[in-house]
């Protein structure tokens, strides 16, 4: 079985950092791309970063891009979210998932692609 475990969350300031991490097991993780996730109460889980399975591509949402790098470490199979000036609209609870399919230099960014999600960790910026 897939088994995705999010970390790092917690609360910070507005203008700090936090670095999430999630860790994979059960998977090829890095025959996959990986992405992160949020949702804020009463809101649609969004896609916030996406990186492709050999970590040489990745994507944002406009709104952290600047502020937020997604990096994945094979070996450890692990993803990060490095959150940089971190806003109050940040707070959320932050998900990562596991592409559904294997993809050439695609990632994609809507909830449906991908299949295998860890049980979130929430952040919350404080103004």
């Known amino acids: 079985q897939v088994h995705l475990v999010e970390s790092g969350g917690g609360l910070v300031q507005a203008g700090g950092s936090l670095r999430l991490s999630c860790v994979a097991s059960?998977?090829?993780?890095?025959?996959?791309?990986m992405g992160w996730f949020r949702q804020a109460p009463g809101k649609e889980r969004d896609f916030v970063a996406g990186v492709s399975w050999g970590g040489g591509s990745t994507n944002y949402t406009d709104s952290v891009k600047g502020r937020f790098t997604i990096s994945r470490d094979n070996a450890k199979k692990t993803v990060y979210l490095q959150m940089n000036t971190v806003k109050p609209e940040d707070t959320a609870v932050y998900y990562c998932?596991?592409?559904?399919?294997?993809?050439?230099?695609?990632?994609?960014?809507?909830?449906?692609?991908?299949?295998?999600w860890g049980q979130g960790t929430p952040v919350t910026v404080s103004s």
């Open positions: 059960g998977l090829a993780f890095s025959n996959y791309g």
């Open positions: 998932a596991t592409d559904s399919r294997w993809r050439r230099g695609v990632i994609p960014t809507t909830r449906a692609q991908y299949n295998f």
